[in-house]
T-cell receptor
Framework: GENVEQHPSTLSVQEGDSAVIKCTYS??????FPWYKQELGKRPQLIID?????GEKKDQRIAVTLNKTAKHFSLHITETQPEDSAVYFC????????????FGTGTRLTIIP | DADVTQTPRNRITKTGKRIMLECSQT?????MYWYRQDPGLGLRLIYY???????NKGEISDGYSVSRQAQAKFSLSLESAIPNQTALYFC??????????????FGPGTRLTVL
């Protein structure tokens, strides 16, 4: 089955700086890669996703890049703000009929004011 | 997201007891999932159901069972709880043929402690 590795497990960033979280996956058939954000005591919520037919996707201050050859994808947060402090999970799955997500182990991001 | 609810929100029980966690959704989604979250281990899939007649094991189904009573309800049971089942449990739903696509919508979670 799919295996997703996520690094780093913790990340502290000065407010205003950028943060990057990286994930690798094992199954070359995976074609859907979402990122979920979980604030303290809350449920995970989707913040951005990418499919294997594109290499990059942006939504305001967040972006995700995908390298299919190397089987890795990354989350980039620019101009970080205190509300970005949370645990971020990457995931991978085969889409279109088999949306069984395999999650990474999470990155706890702390924004230092 | 009040569309996906879980009961109870917190539960403390003893080793050997039978426990049922319930999930209800008003989103009209066919697909429902149960995950457990442990510190440092992320979210791991226990069981999933793609429609009322479909039940599938996830990566950590041992010691758990599920029931899909209706499109809107998916229950997780621990037949004989043990301490290493202490965790935060999440239910989720998705509707891949709808506008939300592959997005999974999570419930608020149930914190279970087995003594």
């Amino acid at each position: 089955g799919e295996n997703v590795e996520q690094h780093p497990s913790t990340l502290s960033v000065q407010e205003g700086d950028s943060a990057v979280i990286k994930c690798t996956y094992s199954d070359s058939a995976s074609n859907y890669f979402p990122w979920y954000k979980q604030e303290l005591g809350k449920r995970p919520q989707l913040i951005i996703d990418i499919r294997s037919n594109v290499g990059e996707k942006k939504d305001q201050r967040i972006a995700v890049t995908l390298n299919k050859t190397a089987k890795h994808f990354s989350l980039h947060i620019t101009e970080t703000q205190p509300e970005d402090s949370a645990v971020y999970f990457c995931a991978a799955s085969m889409s279109f009929g088999n949306e069984k997500l395999t999650f990474g182990t999470g990155t706890r991001l702390t924004i230092i004011p | 997201d009040a569309d996906v609810t879980q009961t109870p929100r917190n539960r403390i029980t003893k080793t050997g007891k039978r426990i049922m966690l319930e999930c209800s959704q008003t989103k009209g989604h066919d697909r429902m999932y149960w995950y457990r979250q442990d510190p440092g281990l992320g979210l791991r899939l226990i069981y999933y159901s793609f429609d009322v007649k479909d039940i599938n094991k996830g990566e950590i189904s041992d010691g758990y069972s599920v029931s899909r009573q209706a499109q809107a309800k998916f229950s997780l049971s621990l037949e004989s709880a043990i301490p290493n089942q202490t965790a935060l449990y999440f239910c989720a739903t998705s509707d891949p043929v709808g506008a939300s696509g592959d997005t999974q919508y999570f419930g608020p979670g149930t914190r279970l402690t087995v003594l």
